[in-house]
């Protein structure tokens, strides 16, 4: 069993299935169609290719297998736009997405409406679906993870260019202050990962007991302003707070201060999806790698939470409505006292397996646990993620350099 | 002077204008937007930034200079579309033009046409020309040569496509059968480079002589045919026919067969930009590097000419009118037999400068000589070459691994 | 307090300073003075430099804090053979180390002479000395560490020498045969790590209680034959066995097999300190990257263990004696049955600090810590590991790709 | 025919062997062991290998032909020591020569030995000797050009230590002042390449005829002073007098002056074979690449001669006598007055096959020929050069970037 609580209401399914579907083109549609097929750097994807890749991800999962009669689109999408599932077929580089013009945005968007006619048909007719739901739902929340991937891709493809295009005019509030206060813990065993009824990855199961050693949580995520502090102090420049392969990295891409931060004249900005700001003190830091989050917890004499702390930190958070949390018109971090939606947070955790982790059966089983290697877990979510995809459970993962999603730090200590 | 024969009749030079201009914009009107931003490696622009550059020439050195009261279409267009020219500002690292997906094509155009639109009413109002002319002809001849690298350019963004999208739809005439022959020429001193009325670049003067040693050169240019035998018969994996650097690159780029050649099941095609065909065995042989041209001049026992002797060759030439060798609706080297229109023919001359060689004066002294270092001299024009932009003078030149032009062979030998 | 069991018998502390330091020496005296210089990858150093390094750290952590009046014996040693202390002073880089001929071997052999005489000249005087005598503890340990490193890196230097040198001629015993028997743990909060008297790095401390699930341990490390049929069941060829870096990995190198086995017409040989040995299919297989531990554990329907389970395992261990494993004169794996000292053993745990972990103090701040990133640790000691540097809390750790050391398999799974 | 002078006095020859033979282990007598297995840099190869390489030269292409009943010294080293004869065997990868540490260097002195004493038998017993005659010509010219090489290499691997050790010790004498003098030569038909008795290289041959521009050539090459001045006057900083790869190479390696140099407070020094020197400014700058040489030529308003211009000048040279220019105990250039034997000068020509070139046959058809493509030649001898290596006629050849030649500039404008 993939997942334990499908929604058995087709009707419910058919209009959860278009409101995400149509989220993604929703996104795209503030865009030109020169935007759709940039890839400034490799991690990155053109717009286009997410519009096609999760629509493949139905059409090969599911109408492949569950509708009789079913003819693909055409014949070659499926090296296109298979991402790595190498089970299922041959794939196109990912460094090399860039490098497609054809099929056109508007072919691509076509594909998109075959698709979905294809899967309201087969919802409205199929009677043996507890398979074919289960597939369904990962299908949704998959194509969750690349709406918020769209917004961290533009926001790259939209800064790499001189003329720092803006995606959306909405204005930015500006943040309040924050008043610095910890939560502690006790230590003992406590049961950390997914168990309730509803959706989770495979990586978040099974839920299991761990021991937990006495800490304290800070309820702020580090500010722009505590995160120029750093900076001015020369943290960037002392290299007893940084891990050896992170004092590397910064001297090999001369990395002096968070990725779209830039400084002109005695003023620093930050370019934002709302496009270029004067930095906000109070709003929280982001868009920062493992390296800095690291060294900065070094510098204030604190440490990065673990998964497990960080998890048993958020379960309790009184932040009932992760949507509440939004920017109504804006895409960018704004409370630091937040608790979730407005930061990623690192953790010290690297991204393994957890004690009887299974991965899902099938092409999927490829989703999740071939990425075990070289990455660290973060938590919280953040103002890209949509609405219903937040799980305290949830565990995104990146590798120690990364920056391009919108990661910041949350501090711990041991007491 | 930058060039004696520049017309003093305004009209037809604004006539001329508008024809260059106007046929840029047409070779892009049958590619989609998409295509327009492309860059599928580093020594191809996409047409968007072609479009953008030769724009930026006349505004630069023309329209700022001349135009009294002339205001830059946009503030950053001159760094977007500068190529290389290190005197008038920085320029955007030519590696990643691909990754600008603002200005828009629409934009695009619309900075074409306001340039137009002054550069005519330049034109239509000046006294004090003749510098000015000047540089107008220069513009022409190098928007010129980028159209031929627009047809270089969208073929290989095409051809890196799997769909093989066809840039032209026009069927492709069978070649004729060749009939191999040769003319000789004796030793002496001869007079190369170019003297007579008309325009001509700085590489290309001044005329001088120079020693010539007896040679015979073949009437016709390699063709696939025979460039095929030369694959079975292991010219690819026989190290003495090739250069020390020619059977480095090929091992370690696995090179087997000329760039746009495709072997599938027992039949060889070829992409061109007009889709896949079966490979033609009497059409000349094209899309090759120096060091294939080399290694299979090696085989065949023969050599490359230099360039003097190709030039003195070409002067003789019965190919009056070049028109003449273009295929209507085609965009493929089809006669092998034809001296002048068909491939660029590779020379075994260094591009070099010639004795008393002065570059051109102004910003435009970096458009020649600063690239004489690793490329090799190619003459004769070839099928995407513009009508009036060929002279038996002109020298083109490439480094000797790269193919994406349009270059074969012709064969020379000592007597 | 550095370490807590420090002998305070001066006489028995320069007993056990000369005897490290001399086995240094004995290691090498084997070896040609132009052995003594190779760097064939980043990775491996010069014996000379690991002769010189481990003399540095008395001379720079010691003898230049605690012996009044002292001379450096060479102005600029500092520079060369400092390895990666920042605190300290600059260093040449790592991956250079091959490039300095200068000091000569007769020369760094004099360095040691100079240093060894002033450590003992001060151990013979000097009163207050707990953390003196905490340093130079420190300082045994990491010369002990960089013995192993000359066995694995002499092994690299010889096998890439297509003369196939021999390091030392003894033969190698035939490997006794296997039986796979596997040992049960249950579930429950067990301690692990460093607690007891005795010397041990900071990174294994503090002792701390952790949660495990219940798991069998295989009594066996994994053996040549095992591999061999991972081989021929086509392990290297199945993309789902793989981490998508390992993956990516095996094809960028070629990955094919173990690092120093060799197929020559129908047989497999192993090159090995003793020359090259046909492959013996009772030995534990070893030079395996994390990425082969773990695609062999997922072929076999196992996984790795992680290090904790691994620490348990070990700590009631029956092998009594680590020496009685050695092999008397062949430097070879080749006890599969052994629990310790024949190969270190993958762990599926990233290399990240204990709860409670804190850095020794001072310049050796820099000994352990910085490295906890991309690393996974490895358990159990190996062949090459010098008497009396065993530990069942020692955490070894490599990046996933590396394979130069003696690393093997020890199979785990859940109950 | 090879060559058309050889010595038909056996006794002569072997004495000239045994010469250049001993000269070979004479310049390494002054070298630690250490020394001899360096490899700093990929173009530079250990001093060991240019004593096996010239040492396989006269095995390979002599004694196995001509020695009846030969044994090769050791199977393996055909492999070792070839450098890039593909015709004759595999031959392991320049870049890696530093990775041998087998066999030694006495291993190595004993492969010579073992080769001269087989060599010096064949000569005393061949009758049919004349192909056998010119081998062994080209095997010792072949084995001094190695010895400059040597020179060339040992200076590059001494001063990549810290430590600067000097390779010999005598004093370097002051260099006498220039005064700046031209010789003028009218156009015509000249004559050039190699026509007289005496061995030459193939890519010497034919003599042939050349048309010469009219031109003047500078009486001396250019001296640190000027070099100096160069510098100052933002030479390194002025995109305009480079060519476009040379000022990428600049920038990508941030070169800011000739190789050598360093700069310490105030003063410029410049490390030599004898030691760091305080800079000479009226010594001839050297180890300057081709686009430095050339960037210098443009700011004087000078160009670099044609090798043909060169070799005309050089054949009017009143230099009777090479070796009347060398320093007798210092390895430096010195005299920028003389025409040959202090630094070689580059010239603008690419290093191409002469009208009616032929390469030698054999094995050596690999000597020249498959290395023109990317070099310029340089022409006029160095400091390092062999007694008795010398022609005018002589064509060096090294890529445009390379500098660890003893390099330099004479000037020549057109007039």
Avoid at 98 to 124: C, F, M, N, Q, W
Avoid at 179 to 196: A, L
Avoid at 225 to 238: A, K, R
Avoid at 380 to 407: D, E, L, V
Wanted: proline share 5%; with cysteine; aromatic share 14%.
């Amino acid at each position: 069993m993939l997942s334990r609580t499908i929604n058995n209401n087709p009707e419910a399914l058919i209009s959860s299935y278009k409101a995400v579907r149509n989220y993604t083109t929703e996104i795209c549609s503030r865009l030109e169609i020169e935007d759709h097929v940039m890839q400034p750097t490799a991690e990155v994807s053109p717009p286009k290719w997410h519009l096609g890749h999760t629509t493949w991800f139905f059409e090969e999962l599911i109408l492949v297998r569950f509708l009789s009669g079913f003819e693909r689109f055409h014949a070659n999408y499926n090296v296109l736009f298979n991402s790595y599932y190498k089970s299922v077929s041959k794939h196109w580089l990912q460094g090399e997405r860039g490098h497609l013009s054809r099929p056109t945005v508007s072919e691509v968007l076509a594909y998109r409406s075959y698709v979905d006619e294809k899967i309201i048909e087969l919802l409205s007719c199929e009677n043996d679906h507890s398979e074919l739901y289960s597939l369904l739902e990962i299908g949704l929340h998959h194509e969750q993870q690349h709406q918020e991937l769209l917004f961290m891709d533009i926001k790259v493809i939209l800064a790499a260019n001189p003329l720092q295009p803006t995606y959306l005019e909405a204005s930015i509030a500006r943040a309040p202050t924050v008043v610095d206060k910890w939560t502690s813990f006790d230590c003992g065993v406590y049961e950390v990962g997914h168990n309730e009824a509803g959706f989770a990855y495979d990586n978040e199961m099974p839920e299991h007991r761990t021991y937990i050693h006495p800490f304290a949580m800070c309820e702020n995520t580090v500010t722009n302003g505590e995160y120029l502090e750093f900076i001015h102090e020369q943290g960037y420049s002392t290299p007893k707070l940084w891990l050896s392969l992170g004092w590397d990295w910064l001297n090999q891409n001369n990395i002096r201060h968070p990725l779209y931060w830039q400084r002109c004249d005695e003023f620093w900005y930050e370019f934002t999806l709302n496009g270029r700001q004067l930095l906000d003190l109070n709003a929280p830091v982001s868009h920062i790698s493992y390296f800095e989050a690291d060294a900065f917890a070094n510098w204030k004499g604190c440490r990065l939470p673990t998964e497990q702390e960080l998890e048993i930190y958020l379960r309790m958070s009184t932040d009932v409505h992760f949507e509440n949390n939004k920017n109504e018109h804006a895409l960018h971090p704004l409370l630091a006292s937040a608790n979730i939606g407005q930061v990623w947070c690192w953790t010290r955790s690297h991204y393994s397996p957890y004690p009887g982790f299974r991965p899902f059966e099938g092409a999927i089983e490829e989703y999740n646990g071939k990425f075990m290697c070289n990455q660290f877990v973060l938590k919280g979510g953040c103002i890209a993620t949509p609405k219903g995809h937040y799980r305290h459970t949830y565990r995104n993962f990146y590798q120690p350099q990364q920056r391009w999603m919108f990661s910041g730090i949350r501090l711990t200590k041991g007491i």
